[in-house]
């Protein structure tokens, strides 16, 4: 899949590569996700995306986002939209994916091979688009839950599929009873689910879960 003299870009859905790590019952380690792809290749970029709620006092992702800004990661947030509904339930909303697709074009034409980690279907168009610059896509997703994380379409277009289950070995991330004071090489992600940013009473709609839930 990957060839040792070949560049890379990487380009992460938060989102979605979170609800996919879930509904497969794991924690990504994103220092050993990173250097996998350095392993395999020559890494140029890795990108995250991811959107914040910023009137909160305290995100559980926040210590996340920190960890990845200063260990390698190239951090796109955008802030969540907030809206009453006809029902006068408060709901939060936004999406990254036109931040995600700008990026992947801007980049396409100057590496080798494109990977994606999510499971949209929505990227279709855009793995296509990228193809025609003579680059390579490999999506990594997930089909080994029910219904599929990975949308049938993006596995259809993309050159490769990695099923994210595969990797598990590799990037997962090890839980001990007890959690070691933070130092520069370690991260928490507030009890693991920035996903619980948002409580029982509120709607928090992402466009990127909804299509691939």
Do not use: C
Request: glycine share 6%; proline share 3%; no cysteine.
């Amino acid at each position: 899949m990957f060839y040792n003299n070949e560049r890379i870009a990487v380009f992460i859905d938060g989102a979605n590569l979170y609800a996919t790590a879930k509904a497969l019952d794991f924690d990504i380690d994103y220092k050993k996700l990173l250097a996998l792809f350095k392993s395999k290749a020559t890494l140029v970029r890795a990108y995250y995306y991811t959107v914040l709620i910023e009137d909160q006092e305290y995100s559980p992702i926040r210590p996340l986002v920190d960890w990845l800004d200063y260990n390698g990661y190239t951090l796109i947030t955008k802030p969540a939209k907030e809206f009453t509904d006809s029902s006068g339930r408060r709901r939060i909303r936004n999406s990254i994916d036109v931040e995600l697709a700008v990026d992947v074009m801007e980049i396409a034409g100057k590496v080798d091979h494109v990977v994606l980690l999510t499971g949209d279907g929505g990227y279709r168009r855009l793995i296509e688009a990228v193809q025609r610059q003579g680059t390579r896509v490999t999506i990594i997703s997930t089909v080994s839950v029910s219904p599929p994380m990975a949308a049938d379409e993006i596995r259809r277009q993309a050159d490769n599929f990695v099923d994210l289950a595969s990797l598990r070995g590799e990037i997962s991330r090890q839980h001990s009873g007890a959690r070691p004071a933070r130092n520069d090489d370690d991260y928490e992600e507030g009890d693991d689910d920035y996903e619980d940013d948002f409580d029982d009473e509120d709607s928090y709609e992402d466009d990127e879960i909804a299509e691939t839930a």
